[in-house]
């Protein structure tokens, strides 16, 4: 059967072995590009959920969060309280920086007249202050001194 030379020009060229060769190749590379940026994307991704969760097992909150919701300071638990605004917080000064390495350093204060002695023979606080803005955050001794 006569073909027209439209119909022609639009078939390929009879491929040769190295041609074939060289499609199967190119081919590959492709496959092969691409389930290594799946694996890359895969690891990274399970990373991350690895140090979101060491973070907020260690610190007590989420990356970039803004306040954790307890503190381990003297042996014990400070577990977080209310806030009061900064004209109505009592006398305090300044104790430790608390400084997770993904989210904003805390400074904590207290109450220099409020303290107790723990099983370690150190002077603790029963409250410790975190402040937030214009407000500081309660953070009470849990289970008692």
Same mark, same amino acid.
């Given at each position: 059967m ?10 390929e060229?009879? !491929? ?19 389930? !290594? ?6 690891v990274?991704?399970v ?13 007590h909150?989420?990356?970039? !969060? ?16 209310e806030?009061?605004e ?10 430790y ?40 955050v ?8």
């Open positions: 006569l073909r027209s030379s439209w119909q022609a020009s639009l078939e060229p009879p !491929a040769s072995e190295s041609s074939l060769r060289f499609r199967f190749q190119d081919l590959n590379r492709g496959k092969r590009a691409l389930t !290594a940026a799946i694996i890359v994307l895969v990274v991704f990373g991350s959920i690895g140090v979101a969760l060491y973070h907020r097992r260690t610190f909150e989420w990356p970039g !969060a803004n306040l954790p919701d307890r503190l381990y300071h003297c042996h014990r638990v400070y577990g977080q309280g806030s009061v900064a004209k109505k917080a009592p006398r305090l000064a300044f104790y920086s608390f400084s997770p390495w993904l989210a904003a350093h805390h400074k904590i204060y207290t109450e220099p007249a409020d303290r107790f002695t723990n099983d370690l023979s150190e002077e603790c606080p029963m409250v410790l202050w975190a402040r937030d803005g214009t407000t500081y309660e953070y009470a001794l849990e289970g008692g001194p």
